[in-house]
Every structure is written in structure tokens, then in C-alpha cells.
């Protein structure tokens, strides 16, 4: 048996509230939309992960989900435009990514990074 992929799954009042951030400010697909559920996600590969932590590195709270893009100060620049608090970062980490934190429509806090 192998695993094939993990999906992380946030319980929302207003599902259409994800548009916004996860769509129209990181750029990811919408991917299936039943009304009550609504998934996004990229049409390129991913690797398949699941993280356990005590701290979220850097004397920071754990997020609840980890987002890897591709220019994570752009990433930064929509989240501020886009009316949403930077709430940790932009930071250089000695591990070797670049992130900030960010909370979601729903209160999810949510690490953007970028490996350097």
C-alpha cells in the first residue's frame, strides 16, 4: 500500500470565503466544488507530507498548514494588499526557507515559504 495523497481539510461556515485568499491571492486552482466543499490545489506534482511539531521553529506557534510558493515576498505583498495581517515574518530562517505568517478567513494560521 502507498499513500497517494494527503488533503488538509478546514471546517468553514462560508466555504466561498476560500476564494479569496487560497485562489485569487496564492493562485491555486479551484479544483472540485460541491457547494458545501471546496478543494484547491495545483496541477503540478507534490510530494506527500505530514508535519508533527512542538513549536513552529524560531520561538513561533505551530501553523496549521505550510504553503511552499515561489516568490514568498510576493506572497507577502498580496496577503497586505489583500487587507490580511502579517502575523510573523518575512523572515530569513537559519534552516534554510524564507516565510511569514499569515491567519486565513478562518482563522487558520498559515506558514507561506519559500526555500532559499
Same mark, same amino acid.
Given at each position: 500500500?502507498?499513500?497517494?495523497?494527503?488533503?488538509?481539510? @478546514? *471546517?468553514?461556515? =462560508? &466555504?466561498? #470565503? !476560500?476564494? $479569496?485568499?487560497? +485562489?485569487?491571492?496564492?493562485?491555486?486552482?479551484?479544483?472540485?466544488?460541491?457547494?458545501?466543499?471546496?478543494?484547491?490545489?495545483?496541477?503540478?506534482?507534490?510530494?506527500?507530507?505530514?508535519?508533527?511539531?512542538?513549536?513552529?521553529?524560531?520561538?513561533?506557534?505551530?501553523?496549521?498548514?505550510? @504553503? *511552499?510558493?515561489? =516568490? &514568498?515576498? #510576493? !506572497?507577502? $505583498?498580496?496577503? +497586505?494588499?489583500?487587507?490580511?495581517?502579517?502575523?510573523?515574518?518575512?523572515?530569513?530562517?537559519?534552516?534554510?526557507?524564507?516565510?511569514?505568517?499569515?491567519?486565513?478567513?478562518?482563522?487558520?494560521?498559515?506558514?507561506?515559504?519559500?526555500?532559499?
Amino acid at each position: 500500500m502507498k499513500v497517494k495523497r494527503i488533503v488538509t481539510n @478546514i *471546517e468553514a461556515t =462560508d &466555504v466561498a #470565503e !476560500a476564494n $479569496r485568499f487560497y +485562489q485569487d491571492l496564492l493562485g491555486m486552482e479551484l479544483l472540485m466544488d460541491h457547494g458545501w466543499i471546496a478543494t484547491y490545489g495545483t496541477a503540478e506534482t507534490m510530494r506527500t507530507q505530514v508535519s508533527f511539531a512542538s513549536e513552529g521553529g524560531s520561538g513561533t506557534p505551530v501553523p496549521d498548514l505550510s @504553503i *511552499e510558493v515561489d =516568490d &514568498v515576498d #510576493e !506572497a507577502c $505583498r498580496r496577503m +497586505q494588499e489583500g487587507g490580511f495581517r502579517i502575523e510573523y515574518g518575512p523572515a530569513d530562517e537559519p534552516w534554510g526557507v524564507r516565510r511569514f505568517y499569515v491567519r486565513d478567513p478562518f482563522g487558520r494560521l498559515v506558514n507561506i515559504l519559500e526555500h532559499q
